[in-house]
């Protein structure tokens, strides 16, 4: 049997057992390319090398060819974002194969994988994979194209190539058709289901997320002081609804380095969010310590121009809140997400987050 028809053969085989990953397959164009050391694709051919493909037994040629497709199907190289490609890559795998492992109920020997990475998204375990010295040299591919962590070294078996970010939506289309082919013969895993479902989730832009935060906490109240305009001409004295209100609002923000660049979209946002509800603005800057401190009322405009260091901790911000005797119907903080939390706060919290990351509560908004 030659490499093709094998390749063939075994992305069959994934349609009737696997459908999900098989009728993804099939939008992919098998192509050889002996010049390239393992498999790899674009988003339109998949390409491999024949030896490659030869030395791997049936289950593990299923395992490398779900799991090439998904690098396209989840978008990752357009999901780089300005991230070091090394460490990235290494997210990725420990994503992927953390979705397959689930699915297919093994792991490759000495893959990428970890399980405290399962149901985690190439974001988040980026986050968690340490540096070595600020440089991800450990992240580095070896001559042999494998990768070394912390002295164990781990297959890579395909190549990350760049796929063009126009298939992004594309690809949506045809997961969500994969996903009903799979789900109708009752073949698509749950934890597949629950991932994908949240990946294609249409995104609301953060500013809205925040303004219906706030607008749900604004205070709504009757008063005879104004009386209501359209019962008047009918005699009748009957109160208005009073302008939203806030009262005292808590903004805390967090100075350091890698938030200095979205300040001044969050002070836009805060601005439009005072014109239309009445509130007074109580800002606190903070990165390991509090640096400044701030009354703002509605016809004040809210400028954001703060520098701090490289580290951050948000605790300091609220125990000086405790300390000021501050009541806010609401705190809403701008941070990355990198920093120790509160167990808690005795106010509606707001995360407005540059970085999706995990809160130990309140609500988030991340600024995309």
């Given at each position: 049997?030659?490499?093709?028809?094998?390749?063939?053969?075994?992305?069959?085989?994934?349609?009737?057992?696997?459908?999900?990953f098989?009728?993804?397959?099939?939008?992919?164009?098998?192509?050889?390319?002996?010049?390239?050391?393992?498999m790899?694709?674009?988003?339109k051919?998949?390409?491999?090398?024949?030896?490659?493909v030869?030395?791997?037994?049936?289950?593990?040629?299923?395992?490398?060819?779900?799991?090439?497709?998904?690098?396209?199907?989840?978008?990752?190289?357009?999901?780089?974002?300005?991230?070091?490609?090394?460490?990235?890559?290494?997210?990725t795998?420990?994503?992927?194969?953390?979705?397959?492992?689930?699915?297919?109920?093994?792991?490759?020997?000495?893959?990428?994988?970890?399980?405290?990475?399962?149901?985690m998204?190439?974001?988040?375990?980026?986050?968690?994979?340490?540096?070595?010295?600020?440089?991800?040299?450990?992240?580095k591919?070896?001559?042999?194209?494998?990768?070394?962590i912390?002295?164990?070294?781990?297959?890579?078996?395909?190549?990350?190539?760049?796929?063009?970010?126009?298939?992004?939506?594309?690809?949506?289309?045809?997961?969500?058709?994969?996903?009903?082919?799979?789900?109708?013969k009752?073949?698509?895993?749950?934890?597949?289901?629950?991932?994908?479902?949240?990946?294609?989730?249409?995104?609301?832009?953060?500013?809205?997320?925040?303004?219906?935060?706030?607008?749900?906490?604004?205070?709504?109240?009757?008063?005879?002081l104004?009386?209501?305009?359209?019962?008047?001409?009918?005699?009748?004295?009957?109160?208005?609804?009073?302008?939203?209100?806030?009262?005292?609002?808590?903004?805390?923000?967090?100075?350091?380095?890698?938030?200095?660049?979205?300040?001044?979209r969050?002070a836009?946002?805060?601005?439009?969010?005072?014109?239309?509800?009445?509130?007074?603005?109580?800002?606190?800057?903070?990165?390991?310590?509090?640096?400044?401190?701030?009354?703002?009322?509605?016809?004040?405009?809210?400028?954001?121009?703060?520098?701090?260091?490289?580290?951050?901790?948000?605790?300091?911000?609220?125990?000086?809140?405790?300390?000021?005797?501050?009541?806010?119907?609401?705190?809403?903080?701008?941070?990355?997400g990198?920093?120790?939390f509160?167990?808690?706060?005795?106010?509606p919290?707001?995360?407005?987050?540059?970085?999706?990351?995990?809160?130990?509560?309140?609500?988030?908004?991340?600024?995309?």
């Amino acid at each position: 049997m030659n490499t093709e028809t094998r390749l063939i053969k075994s992305r069959i085989s994934l349609v009737l057992d696997y459908p999900f990953f098989g009728n993804l397959l099939l939008n992919l164009k098998l192509k050889e390319m002996p010049e390239i050391p393992t498999m790899a694709t674009d988003g339109k051919d998949l390409v491999y090398n024949p030896e490659f493909v030869g030395i791997l037994p049936d289950k593990d040629l299923k395992f490398v060819l779900s799991h090439e497709v998904m690098h396209v199907a989840l978008c990752h190289f357009t999901r780089i974002d300005g991230r070091e490609m090394h460490k990235w890559n290494v997210a990725t795998d420990y994503a992927i194969n953390g979705i397959l492992f689930n699915s297919f109920g093994y792991i490759m020997d000495k893959c990428l994988y970890d399980p405290k990475y399962e149901n985690m998204t190439a974001e988040q375990i980026y986050k968690l994979l340490p540096n070595e010295d600020g440089q991800n040299t450990k992240y580095k591919p070896s001559a042999t194209g494998n990768v070394k962590i912390d002295g164990k070294t781990f297959k890579r078996f395909d190549e990350h190539k760049p796929c063009d970010i126009k298939q992004e939506q594309e690809w949506k289309i045809k997961i969500s058709q994969a996903m009903a082919q799979a789900k109708e013969k009752g073949k698509l895993p749950g934890c597949m289901e629950i991932y994908m479902k949240e990946f294609l989730k249409p995104k609301i832009q953060w500013q809205t997320l925040l303004k219906n935060y706030v607008t749900s906490l604004a205070k709504n109240d009757y008063s005879y002081l104004k009386p209501n305009k359209r019962y008047m001409q009918q005699g009748l004295i009957m109160p208005s609804l009073n302008n939203e209100s806030l009262g005292d609002v808590v903004v805390i923000l967090d100075a350091s380095g890698s938030v200095v660049e979205f300040q001044q979209r969050f002070a836009s946002e805060l601005n439009a969010i005072m014109q239309t509800i009445d509130c007074n603005i109580h800002l606190i800057v903070c990165d390991t310590e509090v640096r400044d401190y701030k009354v703002f009322t509605k016809n004040d405009i809210l400028k954001l121009k703060y520098s701090g260091g490289g580290g951050t901790d948000l605790r300091e911000a609220f125990k000086f809140m405790n300390k000021k005797s501050l009541n806010p119907s609401v705190v809403i903080c701008l941070t990355d997400g990198e920093t120790d939390f509160p167990k808690g706060c005795y106010a509606p919290t707001i995360w407005v987050l540059t970085e999706d990351n995990i809160i130990p509560f309140g609500n988030k908004v991340v600024i995309e």
